[in-house]
């Protein structure tokens, strides 16, 4: 397939609009919050508008692309566009714009403080979640993989107690030295091959000994895997849900996390290759410590009972899924997980964004307490038990499309193994979502008084639990995710 | 007139140390613009020698007419171009800085002779990198520390003493120096450094050498303050003057780096320096336990500057590792590290002067909320901070970049670790800070109320403070974005040509 590139001012462009949005929001400030908040939401729409101007090109076959300035010599600060990288591009910018008008309800319910911080990171936030995205070099990635573990420090220990601090600390002793990992693999990978590039099917193979590149591999995956949560490095995520609703919901079911897999991918198939990871079998490797992720997490899902720490493991179990279907390195599974990558995005994000509704009215916290909140909440908990189903990987919604071709994907490569994981894993899920839900409608609770979330709250609320059934029938309506994945992995494979 | 650029540096600031020392005692207020002058125009000096040396070559000039190596060659290539301008421009900024530090913190602000002894501090800074000379190079390093030790012990309560100590590490290391320039004297008969340069290939194996090559490295190391040389430098630092150290601590330590690399590279050929006498491998082993060790002792302060003290050994660290990577990546990074480092340690020390000016405190324990009260100094620490980290595009990821690819080329797996961890060490010291700035809430601070209203108070810090703090952190960036045209066009010509790799 012929893949022509072009030049364009485009991606710089697209990443604008939240580093002016963040540095308007600083000046504007509290006086005029009304006038602060319009800036995030045009940040986010003209975000949004710019990054899918891009889609027609991609869509076509072609890669844009934007030099800034060389570094080094074989390295510059560059973006390149290509199908997988408008997958999160297009999944983070808009969902900004919904989180964005659930924040202002959020904040504004709760009466929280210190709201121009919280506006002016979320904004740099995005930042570097988009420009991890549209990275064309190792070197662009880092570095926008830095900005954003940064710029979500303060919204984790945006509390100011004791326990958000001490979170806080977790978050950046974890990540930092996930980014220590990448910069010495980053390294390692200049040192062997002169250029920190991306290219689809991978590059580095021939480039250095079976052991060298198998330490760098590991340097890779430890260095990545801290954001991408696996097992033993996921411990920040629980404790990160100490920040606001918001925060959970977009940044660490979204874009932080997939951030860290969506670069653990690039470097699974972008630098390494298929055909050199099943020559050196560390692909396997990977695998095996996915699966055993995916399910630990899964089992102490079940034992939480903060509703957001549950969600939280259920996002570790997903993060793994996807990174279970890339490294079985079957075409169909890595359609899978690029596909899982934005439904899943989607379908978590209502989920916390109801934690969110539930906790800013009723100040709820642990499931315990939520005995039939579905009569005080109808629409919330309905959107949480669409969501839930997606999770669990039921037609027809979002969640069954990825899973079905992550199994395909586990037939196709004979690896019944990981077929059974996939289905346990999609037992246990339902297995710890829906008695919330059935415990929403059909107990009885006591009556506090409170009554649905306030429409800034629900209307995103509905907006993505409806993409997520959308999402299921028409995988490839709108922003065409559907068509993105296939076009990355025929790529990848040489087509 | 170009030519006569490299001894108009050296002898501008000089020539007004008199002036205004005469001058400062007939009217008091002439002693600022007496200062401001000659470091602007030495500024301007260090571009217009910048760019002759990119686009020209090196410039030469022989003091007084006389020929080498009879007479004093001052020389400048890329390296001491890039050096000089460097430490121009701090010592400019410094310059504005200090009318209102000094005002605030030294007793005898109205002394000329404070002004005096500044100018003369930066003349020993120029004149040691725009010398050739062997021995000239020693008496401008006299004249800088003795306005070191001077200046120093202006400070607070215990200053004096620190500068006493000072003195005598200083002038151990002095000597040290003074002792490996005679040994070269007696070995080559002559004192250029050209001119040794090409004397000494000969002598390799001579025992004369090597003890003089050590000393010269001693000397070095004292005012560089590598470790386990350093021990004067925290008490020295921290207790002078806020000017004084956001004058010093960059540029002393830096242009103490810059000898080291001269005599190793330069002087001594690096066929000397990594074959002949294996000195790469043991500073490796220095610089990494410096590293480290200093990291560790800055995790245990409380004072905010003597944190930084223990910072800038560290970063000195860095260099050493640069050099004993012993090649072209490593080296790179080492040069890159002094002018980034420059710049980095300027704008912390600058906003730690700036915070004790306004909260009367170096303790970090005092400074909750500070960002309420002092947000741009807030911001410019963040932003010196991120750079020592090592977070791109700020400049000090990229000599760590350089400084990696250095020891990753020559397979020193034990420096990577230590670049790395030490980055983290950084994230703990200066997130403590940060976090004490930005998330702690004053006990006795009201929370903001419903309304949320906290009225953006601006830094109550004079302008001459705040200002050259905002240029210093714009320079992290500036020199961050274009770190690669440095590389390219001044560095890559820095390096000697005998190095590999």
């Known amino acids: 397939?012929?893949?022509?590139?072009?030049?364009?001012?485009?991606?710089?462009?697209?990443?604008?609009?939240?580093?002016?949005?963040?540095?308007?929001?600083?000046?504007?400030?509290?006086?005029?919050?009304?006038?602060?908040?319009?800036?995030?939401?045009?940040?986010?729409?003209?975000?949004?508008?710019?990054?899918?101007?891009?889609?027609?090109?991609?869509?076509?076959?072609?890669?844009?692309?934007?030099?800034?300035?060389?570094?080094?010599?074989?390295?510059?600060?560059?973006?390149?566009?290509?199908?997988?990288?408008?997958?999160?591009?297009?999944?983070?910018?808009?969902?900004?714009?919904?989180?964005?008008?659930?924040?202002?309800?959020?904040?504004?319910?709760?009466?929280?403080?210190?709201?121009?911080?919280?506006?002016?990171?979320?904004?740099?936030?995005?930042?570097?979640?988009?420009?991890?995205?549209?990275?064309?070099?190792?070197?662009?990635?880092?570095?926008?993989?830095?900005?954003?573990?940064?710029?979500?420090?303060?919204?984790?220990?945006?509390?100011?107690?004791?326990?958000?601090?001490?979170?806080?600390?977790?978050?950046?002793?974890?990540?930092?030295?996930?980014?220590?990992?990448?910069?010495?693999?980053?390294?390692?990978?200049?040192?062997?091959?002169?250029?920190?590039?991306?290219?689809?099917?991978?590059?580095?193979?021939?480039?250095?000994?079976?052991?060298?590149?198998?330490?760098?591999?590991?340097?890779?995956?430890?260095?990545?895997?801290?954001?991408?949560?696996?097992?033993?490095?996921?411990?920040?995520?629980?404790?990160?849900?100490?920040?606001?609703?918001?925060?959970?919901?977009?940044?660490?079911?979204?874009?932080?996390?997939?951030?860290?897999?969506?670069?653990?991918?690039?470097?699974?198939?972008?630098?390494?290759?298929?055909?050199?990871?099943?020559?050196?079998?560390?692909?396997?490797?990977?695998?095996?410590?996915?699966?055993?992720?995916?399910?630990?997490?899964?089992?102490?899902?079940l034992t939480q009972d903060n509703l957001k720490r549950r969600l939280a493991f259920s996002t570790i179990n997903n993060l793994s899924i996807i990174l279970l279907g890339a490294s079985i390195l079957s075409p169909q599974g890595i359609k899978g997980a690029m596909l899982h990558i934005p439904f899943h995005g989607f379908m978590k994000i209502t989920l916390f964004m109801c934690a969110g509704a539930i906790y800013a009215k009723a100040h709820l916290e642990n499931i315990s307490e939520m005995d039939g909140i579905g009569r005080k909440m109808p629409f919330t908990m309905a959107a949480f038990a669409i969501a839930s189903a997606g999770i669990a990987g039921i037609p027809p919604l979002a969640g069954f499309i990825s899973k079905w071709y992550l199994c395909l994907g586990a037939v196709e490569a004979h690896q019944v193994f990981f077929l059974v994981i996939f289905l346990s894993s999609a037992l246990l899920d339902a297995a710890y979502l829906f008695p919330i839900v059935y415990s929403a409608f059909f107990k009885k609770g006591k009556r506090p008084k409170f009554d649905e979330a306030p429409p800034l709250l629900l209307w995103p609320i509905i907006i993505t639990a409806v993409f997520s059934l959308l999402f299921g029938i028409f995988p490839d309506a709108f922003i065409h995710l559907f068509q993105l994945a296939t076009h990355s992995v025929v790529t990848i494979f040489g087509g | 007139m170009v030519e006569h650029l490299p001894v108009l540096m050296v002898v501008t600031p000089l020539t007004f140390s008199f002036i205004v020392n005469v001058a400062g005692m007939w009217k008091r207020w002439l002693c600022f613009p007496l200062v401001f002058i000659p470091m602007m125009a030495c500024t301007f000096f260090a571009f217009a020698i910048l760019l002759k040396v990119t686009t020209a070559g090196e410039i030469r000039y022989h003091l007084g007419g006389w020929p080498p190596p009879w007479g004093i060659e001052y020389c400048i290539d890329h390296f001491s171009a890039l050096v000089l301008l460097g430490v121009a421009v701090i010592s400019l900024l410094v310059s504005i800085y200090a009318y209102s530090s000094f005002k605030k913190e030294v007793d005898g602000y109205r002394s000329p002779q404070l002004y005096a002894l500044f100018l003369l501090q930066t003349t020993g800074l120029f004149g040691i990198t725009a010398t050739a000379d062997l021995f000239n190079l020693y008496v401008l390093l006299e004249i800088a520390s003795f306005s070191a030790y001077a200046i120093i012990a202006m400070g607070e309560r215990g200053a004096d003493f620190a500068a006493f100590r000072y003195v005598i590490f200083g002038t151990i290391g002095a000597c040290a120096y003074l002792l490996a320039t005679g040994y070269i004297y007696i070995l080559t008969g002559s004192l250029n450094m050209t001119d040794v340069a090409q004397r000494l290939p000969r002598l390799y194996s001579s025992r004369a050498l090597l003890v003089g090559f050590t000393f010269f490295l001693l000397g070095a190391g004292i005012k560089?303050?590598?470790?386990?040389?350093?021990?004067?430098?925290?008490?020295?630092?921290?207790?002078?003057?806020?000017?004084?150290?956001?004058?010093?601590?960059?540029?002393?330590?830096?242009?103490?780096?810059?000898?080291?690399?001269?005599?190793?590279?330069?002087?001594?050929?690096?066929?000397?320096?990594?074959?002949?006498?294996?000195?790469?491998?043991?500073?490796?082993?220095?610089?990494?336990?410096?590293?480290?060790?200093?990291?560790?002792?800055?995790?245990?302060?409380?004072?905010?500057?003597?944190?930084?003290?223990?910072?800038?050994?560290?970063?000195?660290?860095?260099?050493?590792?640069?050099?004993?990577?012993?090649?072209?990546?490593?080296?790179?990074?080492?040069?890159?590290?002094?002018?980034?480092?420059?710049?980095?340690?300027?704008?912390?020390?600058?906003?730690?002067?700036?915070?004790?000016?306004?909260?009367?405190?170096?303790?970090?324990?005092?400074?909750?909320?500070?960002?309420?009260?002092?947000?741009?100094?807030?911001?410019?620490?963040?932003?010196?901070?991120?750079?020592?980290?090592?977070?791109?595009?700020?400049?000090?990821?990229?000599?760590?970049?350089?400084?990696?690819?250095?020891?990753?080329?020559?397979?020193?797996?034990?420096?990577?670790?230590?670049?790395?961890?030490?980055?983290?060490?950084?994230?703990?010291?200066?997130?403590?800070?940060?976090?004490?700035?930005?998330?702690?809430?004053?006990?006795?601070?009201?929370?903001?109320?419903?309304?949320?209203?906290?009225?953006?108070?601006?830094?109550?810090?004079?302008?001459?403070?705040?200002?050259?703090?905002?240029?210093l952190a714009l320079g992290i960036i500036i020199l961050g974005i274009f770190s690669g045209t440095i590389v390219t066009d001044i560095i890559e010509f820095a390096l000697p040509s005998s190095i590999s790799g």
């Not at chain 1, 919050?33 to 072609?62: D, Y």
């Not at chain 1, 990275?135 to 919204?155: K, R, S």
């Not at chain 1, 062997?192 to 590991?218: C, E, M, Q, R, W």
């Not at chain 2, 005092?366 to 410019?380: D, I, K």
């Open chain 1, 1 to 301: 397939m012929k893949m022509e590139t072009v030049q364009a001012a485009t991606p710089m462009l697209a990443l604008l609009p939240s580093l002016l949005g963040a540095i308007l929001i600083l000046i504007t400030g509290q006086r005029r919050a009304n006038l602060r908040e319009f800036w995030t939401i045009a940040a986010s729409v003209a975000k949004f508008s710019l990054i899918c101007s891009m889609l027609p090109p991609i869509l076509q076959g072609q890669i844009v692309e934007y030099t800034f300035v060389n570094i080094c010599k074989g390295i510059a600060l560059q973006l390149r566009v290509d199908s997988f990288g408008m997958i999160f591009a297009v999944l983070s910018s808009f969902l900004w714009i919904v989180v964005s008008i659930y924040s202002i309800g959020y904040m504004r319910t709760l009466k929280e403080h210190a709201q121009t911080r919280y506006f002016f990171c979320f904004s740099i936030a995005l930042f570097g979640a988009t420009g991890t995205a549209l990275a064309g070099n190792l070197f662009t990635l880092y570095m926008f993989y830095e900005i954003l573990t940064l710029a979500t420090f303060p919204l984790v220990a945006h509390e100011e107690t004791a326990e958000a601090i001490r979170a806080g600390r977790k978050y950046l002793a974890y990540l930092l030295s996930g980014a220590a990992f990448i910069l010495f693999a980053m390294g390692l990978t200049y040192n062997l091959t002169g250029t920190l590039d991306f290219a689809p099917g991978g590059y580095i193979d021939s480039h250095g000994s079976k052991i060298i590149l198998s330490v760098l591999f590991a340097a890779f995956i430890i260095g990545f895997g801290t954001k991408a949560a696996i097992i033993p490095l996921h411990e920040w995520l629980p404790s990160a849900m100490i920040a606001p609703a918001p925060v959970s919901a977009l940044l660490h079911a979204v874009a932080v996390v997939k951030a860290g897999v969506f670069c653990c991918l690039r470097v699974l198939l972008y630098i390494f290759g298929p055909d050199l990871l099943k020559e050196l079998s560390l692909s396997l490797v990977l695998a095996y410590v996915a699966s055993f992720t995916l399910i630990v997490a899964n089992i102490i899902a």
């Open chain 2, 224 to 471: 560089m303050g590598i470790f386990p040389l350093h021990s004067w430098l925290p008490d020295a630092y921290t207790l002078a003057p806020s000017a004084v150290s956001t004058l010093l601590a960059p540029l002393f330590s830096k242009v103490g780096g810059y000898v080291i690399i001269r005599i190793m590279f330069t002087v001594f050929d690096s066929s000397f320096s990594i074959d002949v006498f294996p000195v790469t491998d043991l500073l490796g082993l220095i610089g990494g336990i410096g590293v480290i060790v200093a990291c560790v002792m800055a995790v245990a302060q409380t004072d905010l500057k003597r944190m930084l003290c223990y910072v800038i050994v560290a970063e000195m660290g860095y260099v050493v590792i640069g050099i004993a990577s012993a090649n072209r990546l490593g080296l790179t990074g080492a040069i890159l590290h002094i002018i980034n480092d420059m710049f980095m340690m300027a704008c912390l020390f600058a906003a730690a002067g700036a915070i004790f000016y306004q909260m009367g405190t170096k303790e970090i324990s005092r400074l909750s909320c500070l960002h309420r009260q002092m947000p741009v100094t807030s911001a410019v620490f963040v932003l010196g901070a991120l750079s020592v980290i090592g977070v791109p595009p700020l400049c000090g990821f990229f000599s760590k970049w350089y400084l990696l690819l250095g020891a990753i080329k020559s397979g020193q797996w034990i420096l990577i670790a230590v670049l790395l961890i030490s980055s983290l060490i950084y994230a703990i010291i200066f997130f403590r800070v940060i976090e004490y700035a930005y998330l702690k809430r004053r006990v006795n601070h009201m929370r903001p109320g419903k309304s949320g209203q906290h009225p953006f108070q601006l830094d109550k810090v004079p302008i001459s403070m705040l200002v050259p703090m905002i240029l």
